[in-house]
């Protein structure tokens, strides 16, 4: 150009419908197994719907999942051998930790792990909840019928509730704890308070 500024690049805009392309496609899919949506009532479409809602809930969840898996296996693929040997005495390490941290959970300096682990905790409940409510849910609609794909069906759903977990050891601990009576004093106990200044008060 004879003024010396780039070229400026124009870019096509996208109409919405385009870009989100399918939709009428995705709207016909509701019928379930019959050929005609009409025949079908209010309460099996809003199954059908939900569930397609949730499939593709999961699917970006997936796509989340594996993005993050994949950066980790490319930080670690050079340690990863060097590590392997030390996984199990980590995992000890990490059980050890949870156990102290649940046992003495009045200590001041512990507090904000044991919220930690608490928040933990709570989310995966919620998982939890989310799928007995889930199955009771289809039990609802289907009784104990076979499910999509031939699973069982309400069974298979009420295994899966408490099968699949995240923080298996974050419940496990709950098996080792004992009674605050029978938990051995705290040596240098005054390390888990607050920090104190250097006239002694708060």
């Not at 995240?166 to 098996?175: D, N, Q, S």
């Not at 029978?182 to 390390?191: H, I, M, Q, S, W």
Request: aromatic share 10%; glycine share 8%; with cysteine.
């Amino acid at each position: 150009m004879s003024n010396g500024t780039a070229p400026v690049m124009t870019i096509k805009p996208t109409p919405y419908w385009e870009y989100i392309r399918g939709v009428d496609t995705l709207l016909a899919l509701q019928g379930g197994t019959s050929s005609d949506e009409s025949e079908l009532s209010n309460d099996e479409v809003m199954f059908i719907v939900v569930h397609q809602i949730d499939e593709l809930w999961f699917k970006l969840a997936l796509r989340e999942m594996v993005t993050v898996r994949d950066l980790f296996a490319r930080r670690r693929a050079d340690s990863n051998r060097r590590r392997c040997g030390r996984s199990r005495d980590r995992a000890a390490r990490i059980r050890a930790a949870l156990v102290y941290i649940e046992s003495y959970r009045g200590l001041p300096l512990l507090a904000w792990p044991r919220e930690v682990l608490d928040g933990l905790t709570s989310f995966e409940q919620a998982f939890v909840v989310f799928r007995q409510r889930h199955a009771r849910m289809v039990e609802r609609m289907i009784g104990k019928r076979s499910g999509t794909g031939g699973s069982a069906g309400v069974d298979y759903l009420d295994q899966t509730a408490l099968k699949y977990g995240v923080f298996h050891e974050l419940w496990a601990v709950r098996t080792l704890l004992v009674g605050a009576r029978d938990l051995p004093p705290v040596e240098k106990a005054e390390l888990y308070g607050f920090a104190r200044g250097r006239d002694g008060t708060p």
